[in-house]
């Protein structure tokens, strides 16, 4: 969440975070090479909605101003904590070269590429993020028992996104001995779901793209509005199959059975205020389908799920809460039918995958430790690419004040740094230096077209048979003329035929 150069006392202290650009204490943001100035943070201090009552106790309000309220702002296509890199979709060392990251089924790939993302997805698991460090305590204990010792950890690139999701779900702890309130989200139940879980990917892809050396690194996706009881992903070459041995555990044969996951202590989290670190537990556990106490995430969406959800015109409504009706973000989230009516015991498309896969992929403090949460979200967020190009919405479609806490347009989305707010992230992707390959189902038909398809074809079916009759009516009466002109003809031959005969027999009797 925070760069390495910052944690320090004297950083937390000043409240400033602008490392300078390549070790030059004068460099602050690469100011020297007009790259960017340290400014004051912009944080959204508009209303939220009233899901949150307990404003003043939680780090995460008005993010980041708990713990910095400097940051480097960079100009131009230059980017990054100290400006030290380029905008999403920009590359080169001066941040002019366009580059397209493409991000593709994850079905659809070569054995090769299969090979290559999986290998990749395990390197980022091994590898410490290079620049981030994550909080191991909230800001009251930040300095540590002695006062001077920040409580910050490094991580691996991969389980900086996990902790990046759980901290952004985790509940707010109000004090020793009481309850902590889960009533808050800052990544999901808003419209701010779409947005988070795009930058969520973007950082990921980033530093996967960092870690290879190959800008044009796209993340693939699932889709998995298939239908059925099936995960087709579960296989070992890709996201790992059953176990034949433990239950709800991974095949061996897989490299994802040797993964352990971060953040599954949250009744400590909750009871006693800490945070989850980087300490990894047990192994993943899934079991596709096999929620036995609710047959209805047994199945995977369907793909005119995904059809119908695209039609759904307004990106959110009021309350702009996971209780929205007629809102695609709600929809698309998975807490209305695939039309967009509001429905407490629906679950479909995001929340039914998730839910499907019945396990660690299943609970939302622990979801991205299971692998298949990375491509679950790049197809949730293909089908907000496909809304956003189809419904070409104004940045007014996403509200700007009443959201829950921390969905509002311009609030900074928790925990990323350097600060980037929702709206930023309400963009076709090609503005983000991505795009996706995918075939959508087509819409179904509505009644009244269906209605109308049908008159069309009764109408069509009449002008046939009536052509056709008309036709063999005149072909019978045409053909009847003719037989009788040919035995009208052939009389007329006979006729002159007999007539020659009897003269020529008269002459000859005349001969004779
Ligand atoms: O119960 C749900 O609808 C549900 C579970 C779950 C897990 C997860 O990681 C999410 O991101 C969302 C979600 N919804």
């Keep these: 969440q925070f760069p390495r150069e910052c944690v320090t006392v004297r950083g ?74 380029c905008k999403h979709g920009y590359g080169g060392v001066n941040c002019d070269r366009l580059v397209v990251a493409v991000r593709r089924n994850i079905m659809e790939l070569s054995e090769d590429e299969k090979r290559r993302f999986v290998n990749a997805l395990d390197r980022a698991k091994r590898t410490v993020q290079p620049d981030y460090v994550i909080a191991s305590r909230r800001y009251p204990e930040i300095f540590g028992p002695d006062g001077n010792t920040p ?11 996990v902790w990046s999701h759980y901290y952004s779900v985790s509940k707010t702890f109000l004090g020793a001995g009481q309850q902590s309130f889960g009533g808050v989200d800052f990544s999901h139940e808003g419209p701010g779901f779409l947005t988070w879980h795009r930058y969520h990917l973007l950082q990921l892809e980033r530093d ?19 239908g059925g009881n099936n995960c087709d992903i579960c296989t070992d070459d890709l996201l790992g199959a059953r176990s034949n041995f433990v239950a709800n555990a991974l095949s061996p044969n897989s490299v994802f059975s040797r993964w352990r996951i971060l953040c599954e202590s949250i009744e400590d989290y909750d009871t006693l205020g800490t945070i989850c670190n980087s300490t990894e537990g047990g192994p993943i ?6 929620n036995v106490a609710r047959p209805m995430v047994q199945r995977l969406p369907e793909p005119q799920d995904v059809s119908a959800c695209l039609e759904v015109g307004q990106f959110d409504t009021p309350p702009f809460y996971s209780t929205s009706s007629e809102s695609f973000r709600n929809t698309v989230e998975g807490y209305s039918t695939p039309s967009g009516n509001y429905d407490p015991l ?30 679950l979200h790049t197809f949730t967020d293909a089908i907000f690419d496909e809304w956003l190009r189809r419904h070409n919405p104004d940045v007014t479609a996403y509200p700007l004040e009443n959201a829950p806490i921390g969905h509002n347009r311009q609030y900074n989305m928790v925990p990323f740094w350097p600060p980037v707010t929702n709206v930023e992230m309400f963009v076709t992707s090609d503005n983000l230096g991505y795009s996706y390959e995918v075939k959508w189902p087509g819409r179904p038909y509505t009644m009244t ?29 045409y053909s009847h003329g003719r037989n009788e002109a040919r035995q009208t003809l052939l009389a007329e031959h006979y006729r002159r035929y007999s007539e020659d005969h009897e003269r020529i027999q008269e002459k000859t009797q005349c001969v004779v």
């Design 285 to 290: 556990q899934r079991n596709p389908g096999g």
């Design 151 to 161: 409580q910050f950890e490094n991580i691996s690139i991969y389980n900086f996104f």
């Design 449 to 477: 077209e269906i209605i109308a398809i049908a008159i069309v074809a009764v109408l069509v079916l009449v002008a046939i048979i009536f052509a056709a009759t008309t036709c063999a009516v005149r072909a019978r009466s």
């Design 346 to 375: 629906v679950r479909s498309l995001h929340n039914l995958a998730h839910l499907f896969l019945n396990g660690t992929g299943g609970q939302t403090h622990v979801s991205p430790n299971d692998p298949i949460f990375v491509l």
């Design 12 to 85: 937390l202290q000043s409240g400033e975070c602008c490392p300078s650009l390549r070790g030059d204490p004068g460099d602050i943001c690469g100011s020297s090479t007009g790259r960017g100035q340290c400014v004051q943070v912009d944080a959204d201090g508009r209303p939220h909605g009233p899901q949150y009552p307990h404003d003043g106790r939680d780090d995460r309000e008005q993010w980041p101003l708990a713990f910095f309220n400097r940051t480097c702002q960079c100009n131009g296509n230059f980017s990054g904590y100290n400006c030290g890199r």
């Design 208 to 226: 996967m793209q960092d870690m290879l050396q190959d800008l044009s690194f796209g993340l693939p996706y699932w889709n998995f509005a298939i």
